[in-house]
């Protein structure tokens, strides 16, 4: 039976990861107490005592405007960590699946990036996972590094919750338009991993970096408008109607800069292993399903 590391099990990723994992596989999923990704001590002797098949890390340091005034914690986990993680899955020859982000680039491009497009990271984040990804390839072991996007669960913080908080609260919210990615529920992220986990074969002779997210891409604003509408549409009630206004993401300054078009190609990761994920609206949908008795209240009578 396939043995499996698990990294980041309380995250929004580590929690799908988990529960699709509990069945069918030996699992070994870690919480910062078992393996802290601040020491490579830590990570040496989890991988160690465990001497796992595969080692998926979702674990991450991801407060994107926190890390402007951490970089060095920030660094730690998302630069040096996987390096380590990589070295120690080599010495037990394990496949290593680690997540990264498509903040590695800088948003000026008018097409999706490819992933033979040149990274240059507009912030500390982007630069952290960005030195993640290439001590990973320098440490000469198999893996997958799995570029993903504006990811949303059930756990908050993320920015569905957030809309739906705010639509709730407020009558007008102002939503940037003019930043363009591709919305990921991490059930279907997780679901997604999971086939390629099936494929790890393959995936040891294609080590390398994919692009891995829903396929299409939306504005910021228009995903928040959709939110709305097909909250609307399935939960027949009020789920907050506030008028959304567009801005520029000069309007609305943040510690770090984002990339305008953050939008990935996926085309790599459908021709090498055929594995390809739900477009962004039909993951919203499932997501908001799932959660509306948890949300959105049930109509009221009369
Ligand atoms: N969220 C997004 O929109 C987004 C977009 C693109 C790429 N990604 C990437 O996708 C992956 C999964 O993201 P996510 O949204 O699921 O992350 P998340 O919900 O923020 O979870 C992060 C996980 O990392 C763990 N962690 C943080 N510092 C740690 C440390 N020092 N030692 C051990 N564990 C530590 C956290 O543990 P605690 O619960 O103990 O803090 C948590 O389990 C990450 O690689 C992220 O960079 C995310």
Redesign the pocket.
């Known amino acids: 039976m396939t043995h499996i590391l698990l990294?980041?099990?309380?995250?929004?990723?580590?929690r799908e990861l988990e529960r699709l994992l509990s069945r069918g596989v030996r699992l070994a999923a870690l919480?910062?107490q078992k393996?802290?990704?601040?020491s490579p001590d830590s990570i040496r002797k989890a991988v160690r005592g465990i001497s796992p098949d595969i080692i998926v890390?979702?674990?991450?340091?991801?407060?994107v405007d926190k890390a402007e005034s951490e970089p060095e914690l920030a660094m730690?986990?998302?630069g040096v960590?996987p390096g380590v993680l990589a070295e120690e899955a080599k010495r037990v020859n394990a496949l290593l699946v680690?997540?990264?982000?498509?903040?590695i680039f800088d948003g000026v491009h008018a097409e999706p990036y490819v992933e033979e497009d040149v990274p240059n990271p507009r912030n500390t984040?982007g630069k952290t996972?960005l030195e993640g990804e290439r001590a990973i390839a320098a440490a000469g072991g198999a893996y997958l590094i799995l570029?993903?996007?504006?990811?949303?669960?059930a756990?908050p913080p993320?920015f569905v919750l957030t809309m739906l908080k705010l639509g709730r609260e407020k009558k007008e919210l102002a939503v940037v338009d003019d930043q363009v990615g591709s919305p990921?529920w991490?059930r279907a992220l997780a679901e997604a991993t999971t086939e390629l986990l099936r494929q790890s074969d393959r995936a040891r002779q294609a080590s390398g970096v994919y692009h891995f997210?829903a396929q299409g891409y939306t504005s910021r604003f228009n995903f928040a408008k959709r939110i709305f509408e097909v909250a609307r549409e399935i939960s027949h009630t009020a789920t907050g109607s506030p008028v959304l206004r567009p801005i520029t993401t000069a309007e609305y300054p943040l510690p770090a800069a984002r990339p305008l078009n953050a939008a990935t190609s996926k085309e790599k990761i459908r021709r090498v292993f055929g594995v390809e994920m739900p477009e962004w609206e039909d993951q919203l949908r499932g997501f908001l399903k799932e959660i509306q008795l948890q949300f959105l209240p049930p109509q009221g009578k009369g």
């Open positions: 990294a980041g099990r309380t995250g929004q990723v580590g919480g910062r393996m802290d990704l601040c890390n979702a674990a991450a340091y991801t407060a730690q986990v998302n960590a680690h997540y990264s982000t498509d903040y984040y996972k570029r993903t996007s504006w990811i949303y669960s756990q993320n990921t991490a997210s």
